[in-house]
């Protein structure tokens, strides 16, 4: 068995469930893991600033697999700045699991970068996970005294675990050689958006019949937090603009631009909000939807795991090309459409194309279906563990299936 320690900011939805595929037996992962939390986020109800209230997650979180909470002494306690995590006893927890390496899911916080920089990394490499990408282009010399600074933070790493195409381009980018590089493409518990499907489309024909949208209409499904960075006044107004016929366009959620977004829709017909959803609601949200449609803009829409879920539920896809999982998860004409990022009258002409063709738009959901198998857990930890193989036991065989070329990335 394989000690490895995981340091997470908090607990995390998307996360949870792949500590306990890792820890479960069934699975032979081969692999004695320990999660270690910085701060109790999603346990705990807790403000969220991007919804604008307060959230406690509603499926088990710490169910299933062996952790341990760091005290945070951050008087700001939070994700949202760089002192928001202070975690002075995290290296000595770590150092008493005694693990073979250290699985790091973030870094920009203050006591991350001390334990970076103090950590006895002969005896315990570490390894880092992250989503970040250069799809939005940033230019300047502040940009390039960043990107010096980042290079400098993954040096201290001895491998790293990239989630998709953009991701491991951003890596390369700050000279992270291929041969630190494993594929562990980002997914969410599939089995469980799966096994609900059936239940959750039962229970999305009443929702939506409660909601008021009419029985005849196809649906344009927005999930999330109503942000700048999401982009749901482009939709708004893309929908507004392309004067679909039986068609209703529905969000979910609520933030910053709930009031906005009401107001614009208001003058017009068929344009439907619902309050946010906890984590057990989320299959029969997807499911109310004929299409998920993510609009981001700009470089914070790292991944956008909800096309994860979108598509377990069979949905089709059309995604701004800012966001992270677009190259790939979503393809032109076959799951979904890729549109640039911020032109209303793109995302206009995608809305037209896709309810044009109703046998299409069904074949797309199907293909969906069929693409996310291969964004699995099992997946995500074959990579884990080819990372683990390579610097715990020195084999450096090290292939990267996901890519065209392991040299290149795609560059």
Known sequence: ?????????????????????????????????????????????????????????????????????????????????????????????????????????????????????????????????????????????????????????????????????????????????????????????????????????????????DLGIPPNHQVVLFAGKFSEKKRPVDLLNAFVAAQLSNVSLLFVGTGPLAAKLKAIAAPHDHIYFAPFQNQTLMPRTYAAGDIFVLPSYGSAETWGLAINEAMCLGKPIIASDHVGCAEDLVRDDYNGIVFPAGNVVALTEALKKAFANPKRLKDWGNNSKEIIQKYSYAQMTDGLQQALAALIADEKVVSHPHLESPLTLNL
């Open 1 to 209: 068995m394989k000690k490895l320690a995981v340091i997470s900011s908090h607990p995390i939805q998307y996360y949870a469930p792949w500590f306990r595929y890792l820890s479960s037996e069934t699975n032979e992962t081969n692999i004695d893991l320990k999660v270690f939390y910085l701060w109790d986020f999603g346990i705990t109800e807790k403000v969220d600033a991007g919804f604008e209230q307060a959230i406690k997650w509603d499926i088990p979180l710490l169910e299933g697999y062996a952790y341990e909470f760091v005290a945070n002494t951050s008087k700001n306690p939070g994700t949202s700045h760089f002192w928001g995590l202070q975690n002075p006893t995290l290296r000595q927890q770590v150092k008493a699991f005694a693990p073979a390496a250290v699985l790091m899911m973030n870094y920009n916080y203050a006591s991350l970068y001390q334990f970076i920089w103090r950590w006895p990394k002969p005896s315990a490499p570490l390894l880092f996970r992250g989503d970040s990408h250069r799809l939005f282009p940033r230019r300047g010399a502040k940009e390039l005294l960043r990107r010096q600074w980042i290079s400098a933070i993954y040096r201290q790493f001895s491998g790293l675990l990239y989630v998709g195409k953009a991701n491991g381009r951003y890596f390369t980018d700050h000279g992270v050689s291929p041969s630190q590089l494993f594929f562990s493409p980002h997914s969410v518990d599939n089995q469980r958006f799966h096994a609900q499907s059936d239940a959750a489309s039962a229970q999305a024909v009443a929702w939506k019949a």
